[in-house]
């Protein structure tokens, strides 16, 4: 079936170092995959996505490319904030089903 | 970007009694809404999927009969959580697909804070 698969956290990291949270899925066929961001006591936000193979998803410095032939789209940012600290989930969409992996917990140290 | 609105932002009920949530799109038709539950520091979990004027798909181990779910139109989707109880208390978001052209990621509702005492 189809599902997500992304590194446990906690993550913690100190501010403007390089962030790596990994993520890989199972799908069958082509889904679109997304990174969502949850800041505390608040809903998600869509934070990037990529909808085809090789595509590369950017957004407040933060990316991620599609990797059809490991099946992963991990996210990275070069320079963490303080601000950044947040709970990242990776998802897919299949059959306007959207399935998450289980969440990274981050923590930037100023 | 599409603006899903959720209400309440929380809400504090006492043990047998119904809650509803109510889930809007403000600025686009949404032809398929669905329904999480999340726990503390923990991932999101399906409950349901609905589509407008259709009965709602629940997934597995959801007990229809508590959470009712109901998509009368294309910008609203209601959760009634009936006959509350106190391990009812989580999390509760909705997010929403649709709209001109074809959306391929859902937006997400606030989330509701529903606590059962």
């Known amino acids: 079936g189809n599902s997500v698969t992304q590194m446990e956290g906690p993550v913690t990291l100190s501010e403007e170092a390089f962030l790596t949270i990994n993520c890989t899925y199972t799908?069958?066929?082509?889904?679109?995959l997304f990174w969502y961001v949850q800041y505390p006591g608040e809903g998600l936000q869509l934070l990037l996505k990529?909808?085809?193979?090789?595509d590369k998803g950017s957004n407040k410095g933060f990316e991620a490319t599609y990797r059809k032939e490991t099946t992963s789209f991990h996210l990275e940012k070069g320079s963490v904030q303080v601000s950044d600290s947040a709970v990242y989930f990776c998802?897919?969409?299949?059959?306007?089903?959207?399935?998450f992996g289980k969440g990274t917990r981050l923590h930037i140290l100023p | 970007g599409a603006v899903v609105s959720q209400h309440p932002s929380w809400v504090i009920c006492k043990s047998g009694t119904s809650v509803k949530i109510e889930c809007r799109s403000l600025?686009?038709?949404?032809?398929?809404m669905f329904w999480y539950r999340q726990f503390p520091k923990q991932s999101l979990m399906l409950m349901a999927t609905?589509?407008?004027?259709?009965?709602?798909?629940?997934e597995q181990g959801v007990e229809k009969d508590k959470f009712l779910i109901n998509h009368a139109s294309l910008t609203l989707s209601t959760l009634t959580v009936t006959s509350a109880h106190p391990e009812d208390s989580s999390f509760y978001i909705c997010?929403?697909?649709?709209?001109?052209?074809?959306?391929?990621?859902?937006?997400f509702g606030q989330g509701t804070r529903l606590t059962v005492v």
């Open positions: 997010s929403a697909t649709g709209g001109e052209g074809y959306f391929t990621e859902a937006f």
């Open positions: 799908a069958t066929g082509y889904p679109s």
């Open positions: 990529a909808t085809k193979a090789d």
């Open positions: 998802a897919l969409n299949r059959d306007d089903k959207i399935i």
């Open positions: 600025d686009f038709q949404a032809t398929t």
């Open positions: 609905s589509n407008e004027g259709s009965k709602a798909t629940y």
